[in-house]
């Protein structure tokens, strides 16, 4: 079943009384209204789209597509709705779904078609798993147009209920992962908070903990004020697969075709039919003609016969074993093996094996990597939609610094920050732009701050967010937005300024780094760098392994210590940790040794020569 088949349905028939008897499909959502949502999602997975509205008709015809009122009277609930689609559906399937569901699964009627045709169903509808308990979701639902009778005589006789009719037809369900692409936006505080186009304030993500000190937070609840607040910037471009390496996908990639496209043979050898090998004694079969990878025979072979096949040649019509060549003689044309080499079904790839056509090839939110570019090529995909990159600006602050190529005045020091800034925004794939050095002057900062804010979609700054600094920083990037100051209770880098700021009618969040130059990289690895993957709509969480630490390490608890350290096998072959000499936040000798970080977590106290402890790996990261 392809989308041609398959009509979409939007159910927008309902009275909205939860959301206060208001049209739920045209309440303000995302900059447009919750059912143009729904519409966009909907539209390039089946061939064509019509909504079931019983109000506001002429809103709903606005958007070019069919309007159909329920026939059953009296709003009598999504059946309903289901009622009017199948009865007016020109296609043998007909997909609904919601008018409140605006985060609808991309392919979500490619895998009910894939459900529905397994299970030789009537209807499939999409069903989730949450906390172990099964979520059915009968408003998502494929079905066959020809039910339409079946339902329709459900409803005469007063039926309501969504599975009330299931007794009568052939149900099946399909599992989705993504339980969040199924919420229902059901109150008019659900559409407020859901709102993608509407930003976040810092106080009500700050909120949602249950203890909150900006002047002792812990490291997993300042992760998590900055992953709740930080939103990914909806913007996407299609590109030609080369260039798709190292972005971020945008869109789910469903695969076209089969992979393999056929049954084909796993061995050089002989393909025979099953049935063949139940003999007695010796199985002699005559070899009719030759199967090459990529050139198929079209010759069916008999009872008695098999064809010579090639490794990725096509199965001829009626085998569906192979047996692999170093196994039988070959005398005049005619194989001769001994029972039991194989059995049926041996040495033979299903078509679909790898991939089936309709199935999710590549998720959305993954960074291409070299396989995935081999994967993409072999669906025959050509272009791939990738989010835009992520516009980063970045500078460093301090009277003090000096840009390499001046000289190094009396109590100056080379600005090196922004060049381990520049590296690690390098490898994220961002499009960087260096503001280079700002002096220690309100002016100079809020013009910084203002331009980098027009131009960009984060802003990096590296020093005076320190408890010692002058308050004037503060000042201004409070003025300018939703910034706060924390203290964190971690080593190095203690002070952290985050939010977002706007100006010109442009906004972008703001991370304030410390100014030593290692607390600048922990700071960037453990707080921006999964903030800025999340606004280019990827995730990719940090990955910390298991290494047995060489040494004694002297740890508080109550924060978390990040030491730096090398990484290698051990004696026994199993990794192992060794930290690296002196730990002061200002050496960047010891972090360019070390191929790793040690993460000392919160409530840890100190290891023991020989004790397991968290590693972050360098490479890999960004
Ligand atoms: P601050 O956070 O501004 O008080 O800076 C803390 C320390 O980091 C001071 O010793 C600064 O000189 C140093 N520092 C700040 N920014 C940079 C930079 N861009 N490159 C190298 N060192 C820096
Ligand atoms: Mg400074």
């Known amino acids: 079943m392809d989308s041609a088949s398959i009509s979409g349905l939007v159910l927008a028939g309902g009275r909205g009384?939860?959301?206060?008897?208001?049209?739920?499909?045209?309440?303000?959502?995302?900059?447009?209204?919750?059912?143009?949502?729904?519409?966009?999602?909907?539209?390039?997975?089946?061939?064509?789209?019509?909504?079931?509205?019983?109000?506001?008709?002429?809103?709903?015809?606005?958007?070019?597509?069919?309007?159909?009122?329920?026939d059953t009277p009296g709003f009598a609930g999504p059946l309903a709705g289901l009622e009017a689609g199948l009865r007016r559906c020109a296609t043998q399937y007909l997909l609904a779904v919601p008018c409140d569901s605006p985060f609808l699964p991309t392919d979500l009627a490619a895998r009910l078609a894939a459900g529905l045709q397994a299970a030789g169903a009537d209807l499939a509808l999409a069903v989730t798993e949450e906390n172990g308990l099964r979520q059915p979701h009968p408003v998502f639902c494929l079905v066959k147009a020809d039910k339409a009778e079946v339902l329709s005589s459900y409803l005469a006789a007063g039926g309501r209920r969504m599975d009330g009719w299931y007794p009568q037809i052939k149900v099946t369900e399909v599992l989705f992962e993504d339980a969040a692409a199924f919420r229902n936006i059901n109150t008019r505080d659900e559409l407020r908070s859901l709102d993608p186009a509407r930003p976040l304030k810092l106080a009500e993500v700050v909120s949602c903990l249950s203890a909150y000190d900006p002047d002792a937070l812990p490291v997993r609840d300042a992760q998590k004020i900055i992953r709740d607040f930080v939103a990914p910037v909806r913007s996407t471009e299609q590109v030609a697969l080369r260039a798709a390496l190292g972005r971020v996908l945008a869109l789910d990639v469903i695969s076209?075709?089969?992979?393999?496209?056929?049954?084909?043979?796993?061995?050089?050898?002989?393909?025979?039919?099953?049935?063949?090998?139940?003999?007695?004694?010796?199985?002699?079969?005559?070899?009719?003609d030759t199967a090459y990878a990529g050139r198929a025979s079209?010759?069916?072979?008999?009872?008695?016969?098999?064809?010579?096949?090639?490794?990725g040649g096509v199965m001829p019509a009626g085998c569906d074993s192979v047996v692999p060549q170093e196994f039988v003689r070959e005398e005049d044309g005619v194989i001769v093996m001994a029972p039991g080499t194989i059995r049926a079904g041996d040495n033979r790839r299903f078509a679909g094996e790898d991939l089936k056509a309709g199935s999710a090839a590549l998720r959305k939110g993954k960074v291409i990597r070299p396989a995935d570019l081999g994967l993409l090529a072999s669906l025959g995909v050509a272009e791939v939609p990738v989010q835009r990159r992520l516009r980063v600006a970045f500078f460093s602050t301090g009277d003090e610094l000096r840009s390499i190529g001046q000289p190094l005045d009396e109590g100056c020091v080379y600005d090196s920050n922004r060049y381990t800034i520049y590296g690690m925004l390098q490898r994220l794939g961002c499009d960087i732009i260096d503001m280079g050095v700002v002096r220690d002057d309100p002016a100079a900062l809020e013009a910084a701050l203002v331009e980098a804010c027009e131009n960009a979609d984060a802003i990096i700054t590296s020093g005076g967010v320190s408890v010692g600094a002058a308050d004037y920083t503060r000042q201004i990037m409070a003025r300018l937005g939703d910034v706060t100051f924390w203290k964190i209770g971690m080593r190095p880098g203690r002070p952290l300024a985050f939010g977002r700021i706007a100006s010109g009618g442009k906004s972008a969040f703001l991370f304030g780094l410390p100014g030593n130059p290692v607390a600048v990289m922990v700071s960037f690895y453990f707080f921006a760098r999964e903030a800025l993957l999340r606004m280019m709509g990827a995730e990719a969480p940090l990955e910390l392994v298991r290494a047995r630490s060489v040494a004694a390490i002297r740890k508080k608890p109550g924060r978390t210590e990040y030491q730096r350290g090398v990484l290698a096998r051990g004696e026994d072959g199993l990794p192992e940790v060794r930290i690296t000499g002196s730990q002061g936040s200002g050496i960047l000798r010891s972090m360019s040794e070390a191929n790793c970080m040690v993460v000392l977590h919160d409530e840890q106290a100190s290891v023991q020569a020989g004790e397991m402890v968290d590693v972050l790996l360098f490479e890999g990261l960004v």
């Open 256 to 288: 076209p075709i089969n992979v393999p496209a056929h049954d084909n043979s796993a061995m050089d050898g002989y393909a025979l039919r099953g049935s063949d090998l139940s003999a007695d004694g010796d199985i002699r079969l005559r070899v009719i």
């Open 17 to 70: 009384t939860r959301m206060g008897s208001v049209d739920k499909g045209l309440q303000p959502f995302g900059g447009s209204t919750m059912v143009a949502h729904v519409l966009e999602r909907l539209r390039p997975q089946v061939a064509s789209v019509a909504i079931n509205a019983n109000q506001n008709l002429d809103a709903y015809g606005a958007f070019g597509v069919p309007v159909w009122p329920d």
């Open 298 to 311: 079209s010759l069916v072979p008999a009872a008695g016969e098999c064809v010579r096949i090639m490794t």
